[in-house]
């Protein structure tokens, strides 16, 4: 720690004490005896993406958040949601405690709470960051969806339109069979 003054790279500590986030120390330089204060402070420990073409980056909510928003727009998700939905991804990445990770572990992690939120979102952020090669993959990836929902209880009426034609008319063919 160079003296602000003179530059002089040698001083004391001449008070230290405890503050809220950190130890603040008051030193004296020893070559002109002027006094500055120095904060020491936890770093915390940065998080590194492995993208998919190898490259490193330090790991941004901000971005996460991008991404996340643009997956849930015009959709229906009470307010809080996706902001909430960025803090858990965050801080199980903290709970982890490594030092990097694949941008494809995260990505299948927000894939993983969109899916029991919205599906339209969730179909959003697939095909956009699962780089759906054509459009008879994300057919696919629906239809599991669909598959997978068909046992349990009967998507709200906003989600429709992602049943598949042919399924609706197979319903409404048995409905219409019903009723005569
Ligand atoms: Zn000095």
Redesign the pocket.
Known sequence: MN?P??G?NESKVIDSREVNDGIRRRRQ?L??S?RFTTYERLQPASLFVIKKDRRREEFNKDKLLAGIRKACEKRPLPTGTIDKLADDIEAELDSQGKAEIPSTIIGDMVMERLKSLDYIAYIRFASVYRDFADITALKREIDTLVSDETDEIFPPTSQLPLIPAEDLEIKAKAHRRTRR
């Open positions: 003296c003054f003179c002089n330089c070559n002109c002027s």
